[in-house]
């Protein structure tokens, strides 16, 4: 007589526990890979503009930002096309208390 077999217990209490990491696995992954990078509590309108490169001051320090959306600081020098907006350095507080 030919009858069904059924899967033995080790078999499903592997198989529901391999389920169970690959939901956990996803869910890490996708909270990791997926959160947006500003830090808690810090407001949309704080995440820098770029200016257009026409009006970048030449030759004076400023956050540069290349093709790739990284900010860099630097001068730029009027000529190199490779940047895709500018952004001021913010003010240097003095470090001498005010009195």
């Known amino acids: 007589m030919n009858t069904p077999s059924t899967p033995s217990l080790t078999?499903?209490?592997?198989?529901?526990?391999?389920?169970?990491?690959?939901?956990?696995?996803?869910?890490?992954?996708?909270?990791?890979?997926?959160?947006?990078?500003?830090?808690?509590?810090?407001?949309?309108?704080?995440?820098?503009?770029a200016f257009p490169m026409a009006s970048c001051p030449r030759g004076k320090a400023v956050q540069l930002l290349n093709p790739g959306g990284v900010w860099t600081q630097g001068k730029w020098d009027g000529v190199d096309n490779q940047w895709q907006g500018w952004y001021p350095l913010p003010p240097v507080q003095d470090s001498k208390p005010r009195l």
Do not use: C, Q
Request: net charge negative; no cysteine; charged share 20%.
């Open 11 to 49: 078999f499903m209490l592997a198989l529901t526990i391999g389920f169970a990491l690959g939901l956990l696995f996803a869910y890490v992954v996708n909270h990791f890979l997926s959160r947006d990078t500003r830090n808690e509590g810090e407001p949309e309108a704080s995440k820098p503009i």
